[in-house]
């Protein structure tokens, strides 16, 4: 317990930039010159309410997958139940955590307020421990240096209940078998089984094939007009000059693809 | 399909209003007669019935849809308040209603739309606190957001505006994800309205959570992510917050007029009018003394109009309204080009930005001529209360509508307005690149409020601006290092710029002329507020 409350403090108080949300929030919700920002996180943000806090600086603190992922080993070690979760974060708020942010040429301190601490620690889900047949199947046919990662991305209720459980259990199984693993096709997985709650991998499969259909659906013709095309089609002059999302959107086809190629491969190697 | 949505107007209608025939109508546009058929008292008159927009349905459109990840959710309604297409709501509810509407769907839809709804600190905890020390006061509230998807066009802006909290994302529109959407938009529309108790009216952004002040309700024909929509659904907000439903609207023909009346579309739920492009204010004068001679003097009237009706062919009559001094508030939705005609060149369009009739060529590189600050021009009209802001800086934007809202005397707006097409950005920036227009001083964001003092500087604040004191502003990478932001920086971030850079990213003298025509109204701006400029007198000093 002591080597989790430690990482947690590393985790709560390291220095980090402000970001350019939290700044914007921060000038917006607080209306606050952005040369006042320093002196007020020091001693103006705890006059704010706790709900404004939350606001302002939950980008900065709301754990992803794979800062979960950097706890799976203090989880399995450890049982935390709710009240032990609950203890912990009392403990870390009346600790006087105080975090470093960078902004401009400055650093600003600010002693974290609790709202900040509860939302990470919370989010952190160090209470979720695996089903043992999950998590040996995980160490059974993942590589060693994703299971973290992949124990981070089962732990969540998406992959919870028998049906689930027994799709997770085959794609594990697949992935060994035919070593068509990758962690960001796993975590996209994750993500469409939270989306469709499939009852059996039969389902997943037809939710897949429904997906790339719909994909495909959409990628007609948009332009009728030549010149509307020239100036605003893709490499038309009035293109946007950045699209992550559309970039974002070919990368989720390719994996909605590669995973219905691998039920097939599954399917194939089953039979063989 | 879900429940009805079609949103009911209360006031009284004329003597002619024919409901029936409104829901024919309606009726045959949505099945596809609509060009079959005959006059009515709606088209003789030129009337559209009120909110019918609430009945359109653009499910077949959107490519995709937000989901959320209500864990992540802290209730900020950034979501609700920049969608253009009133397509994402927010909604409070008590434990007891839920599980009451609850009740009513079938058991296998219970889990997901009970994960719609998360205790945020907002409206859960710090309710909590309170009904723990008295008992009298309400018990948290859970908090949801729910995507209506026959509004939702999928522009993805709700993500953007989402950013780092990631509590929604983009996922595909499928034919097994779509009925879970009605199923939610349903539980939403079934549930009663957020209690009053859970909505504190001096947090702005909350004001949409509240059903009454949602007088823009979607259903519009503006494109994806239009940087328009999201603002005049903001300003209306407010304004309902002051006045409820006794205001009216005079719009200037635009890209505003076109998608708020397509017929038979009308997204707006109160009285609206639209004349000619050139005389909205004049028109508006008109409203005004008629209100005003007949017992109407606290009703509020809006202006809405683009750039090219209020700083080109209309702008006589915009000076004419405010040397009047009548009580009439103009916003003017400013996208620095006549968005609706094609994408030509407005006195609000940059130096060297590209558009029909600047073209960048061998001869012209862009549009010549400097920026009409339309903004400092009013403020030169004698009591004219003057707001230069953008949507998505809320707090901002509402001080701005709400001051101009309580101004005795002409009031105008002037907001940086993005328009996908003809900026050549995504479908998902609208409010980043106004959020970035403001940090580059490409278009610097004031508060001129008269009743603020005697001197220039008492009535002139540059608040909301980033280095309100320095040349260019400044943010640190997420590496730690230091960046400056300039004009050029923005501009790298626009299509309508991007003939202005070699391959190796080196901009023009053309834009760098632009740069420093902006850098140079910021210091006016600077100026005439009172701040004193560090660089520059770092500057002075070096001689």
């Not at chain 1, 509307?228 to 999302?245: N, Q, R, T």
Request: net charge negative; proline share 6%.
């Amino acid at each position: 317990m002591k080597r989790l409350r430690e990482k947690l403090i590393a985790d709560l108080t390291r220095p980090r930039p402000l970001t350019d949300q939290v700044t914007r929030t921060l000038m917006d919700r607080c209306e606050l010159r952005s040369d006042r920002i320093v002196p007020f996180l020091a001693d103006g943000i705890h006059k704010v309410d706790e709900a404004t806090i939350d606001t302002i600086f939950s980008p900065m603190y709301t754990p992803d997958w794979h800062d979960r992922a950097r706890y799976v080993e203090d989880v399995e070690r450890v049982s935390i139940t709710p009240a032990v979760l609950s203890a912990i974060i009392d403990d870390l708020a009346g600790s006087g955590l105080t975090a470093e942010y960078l902004y401009e040429d400055d650093t600003a301190p600010m002693r974290l307020p609790e709202v900040v601490i509860d939302r990470w620690v919370r989010r952190l889900h160090l209470e979720v421990r695996l089903p043992d047949k999950i998590r040996q199947a995980v160490e059974a046919t993942i590589p060693k240096d994703a299971q973290a990662e992949v124990k981070a991305l089962t732990g969540q209720p998406a992959w919870r209940g028998d049906h689930r459980e027994g799709i997770l259990i085959t794609f594990l199984t697949g992935f060994s078998r035919t070593g068509r693993f990758s962690v960001d096709k796993f975590e996209y997985l994750t993500g469409l089984v939270h989306t469709y709650r499939p009852h059996s991998v039969d389902h997943f499969r037809s939710q897949v094939d429904a997906l790339i259909q719909s994909y495909h659906e959409e990628s007609g013709e948009h332009f009728f007009d030549p010149h509307l095309k020239e100036v605003y089609g893709p490499d038309g002059a009035m293109s946007p000059v950045h699209d992550p999302y559309g970039d974002h959107r070919q990368r989720q086809l390719s994996l909605a693809t590669e995973l219905k190629d691998d039920l097939a491969e599954f399917a194939t190697q089953a039979a063989g | 399909m879900s429940d009805a949505n079609y949103v009911k107007i209360t006031r009284p209608t004329p003597d002619w209003y024919d409901s029936k025939r409104a829901d024919e109508v309606i009726v045959a546009y949505n099945t596809g007669g609509g060009s079959a058929q005959p006059a009515d008292p709606f088209v003789a008159e030129s009337v559209i019935p009120a909110a019918t927009g609430s009945m359109r349905d653009f499910s077949y459109i959107a490519p995709d849809l937000p989901e959320l990840t209500a864990e992540n959710c802290v209730g900020c309604m950034d979501c609700v308040n920049n969608c253009p297409d009133t397509a994402i709501l927010g909604k409070v509810a008590t434990r007891g209603q839920l599980e009451q509407t609850l009740a009513d769907f079938p058991a296998e839809q219970r889990q997901l739309l009970t994960d719609q709804f998360v205790e945020t600190t907002k409206y859960f905890k710090a309710f909590e606190k309170k009904h723990e020390k008295d008992a009298t006061a309400p018990e948290g509230g859970l908090f949801g957001i729910f995507i209506d998807p026959t509004k939702c066009k999928g522009c993805g802006e709700c993500v953007e505006v989402c950013g780092d909290r990631n509590a929604l994302k983009m996922i595909k529109k499928t034919p097994d994800n779509l009925p879970d959407y009605f199923g939610m938009w349903k539980l939403h529309n079934r549930l009663p309205a957020s209690p009053e108790a859970y909505i504190n009216p001096k947090v702005a952004v909350d004001l949409m959570l509240k059903p009454s002040h949602s007088h823009y309700v979607g259903g519009a024909g503006s494109c994806m992510g239009c940087g328009e929509a999201s603002v005049i659904r903001q300003a209306l907000a407010a304004t309902a917050e002051k006045v409820g439903e006794n205001y009216g609207i005079v719009a200037a023909t635009g890209c505003n007029t076109v998608y708020g009346s397509t017929y038979p579309y009308n997204p707006f739920t109160v009285p609206w009018t639209n004349s000619l492009f050139e005389n909205a204010p004049t028109d508006a004068m008109g409203v005004r003394a008629f209100w005003d001679e007949t017992g109407h003097d606290d009703r509020v009237l809006w202006v809405l109009g683009g750039d090219g009706a209020m700083n080109d062919i209309g702008f006589q009559a915009l000076s004419r309204m405010l040397a009047s001094g009548m009580n009439i508030k103009v916003l003017v939705l400013d996208t620095q080009v006549y968005s609706n005609t094609g994408g030509q060149t407005s006195t609000a369009s940059f130096v060297g930005q590209e558009a029909k009739m600047s073209s960048h060529g061998k001869r012209d590189l862009g549009k010549l001529e400097r920026r009409k600050e339309l903004g400092q021009i009013c403020m030169m009209h004698p009591n004219t209360f003057v707001a230069q802001s953008v949507g998505p800086i809320t707090s901002h934007f509402f001080k701005s509508v709400n001051l101009a809202l309580e101004f005795d005397g002409p009031a105008v707006i002037n907001v940086f307005t993005t328009c996908q097409p003809e900026h050549g950005v995504a479908d998902d920036m609208a409010a980043a690149q106004a959020k970035l227009a403001v940090e580059s001083r490409a278009f610097p964001i004031y508060i001129y409020n008269p009743a603020a003092g005697r001197t220039m500087r008492e009535k002139l604040s540059l608040i909301g601006n980033p280095n309100i004191d320095r040349d260019w502003a400044s943010r640190k990478r997420k590496d730690g290092t230091t960046e400056t932001v300039t004009f050029i920086d923005w501009c790298k971030t626009e299509g309508r710029f991007r003939k202005h850079f070699d391959k190796s990213g080196k901009p023009t003298e053309l834009l760098l002329r632009s740069q420093q025509e902006r850098l140079e109204n910021w210091w006016q701006l600077q100026d005439l507020a009172g701040i004193r400029n560090k660089d520059q007198e770092a500057a002075a000093e070096k001689g």
